[in-house]
């Protein structure tokens, strides 16, 4: 071989080498945004996961105190259907009509 074959060999496996660490180079940049995506992901799931904490704590609080409305409304209920009562037993006995 001469020395002019030799070195166009040599020049073309340093291209090869060169368009394989750009290759290289590019696959490692898109790894990295992977991750970072990656990361970004995780944290959005975390602050999800935390919204649905509070949220099904709030519904919690929300269902108990909807709960206890519903208990004053029937006691309230009872009182006055016995406060009607009382005030047409009191007309009837009076000689009321009611």
Do not use: W, Y
């Amino acid at each position: 071989m001469d020395a002019k074959t030799e070195q166009s060999r040599l020049d073309h496996a340093v291209k090869r080498l060169a368009l394989a660490l750009d290759a290289l180079d590019a696959a490692v940049e898109h790894r990295r945004d992977t991750d970072r995506d990656e990361d970004g992901l995780g944290r959005q799931l975390q602050r999800l996961g935390a919204d649905r904490s509070r949220l099904a704590a709030a519904l919690d609080g929300e269902t108990a105190r909807a709960r206890r409305l519903e208990a004053a409304n029937r006691e309230l209920a009872d009182r006055l259907d016995a406060a009607i009562g009382s005030i047409q037993d009191l007309l009837q006995a009076h000689g009321g009509e009611a």
